[in-house]
């Protein structure tokens, strides 16, 4: 699937320097940066659900006993 990224100037020329140093085109440092970006979300949703089953353990029983 195709897309067109509309960047400013500024942006541009960050992810031209990002992708230069890594030795990388652009595009393969927007799938990369993409991929890592979704990773992250997932472990911190993974981690927030953890902690909300860890701290309200007990509400959540008595619930789950109705």
Same mark, same amino acid.
């Given at each position: 699937m195709a897309m067109?990224?509309?960047?400013?100037d500024e942006q541009?020329?960050?992810l031209r320097a990002t992708a230069d140093r890594e030795g990388r085109s652009m595009h393969e440092t927007v799938v990369r940066a993409i991929a890592e970006y979704?990773? /992250? =979300?997932?472990?911190?949703? +993974?981690?927030?659900? /953890? =902690?909300i089953l860890?701290? +309200?353990?007990?509400a959540l029983d008595r619930l789950g006993s109705v």
């Open positions: 067109t990224l509309r960047l400013t541009t020329a960050a979704v990773a /992250k =979300r997932g472990e911190k949703r +993974d981690a927030l659900i /953890k =902690r860890e701290e +309200d353990r007990e």
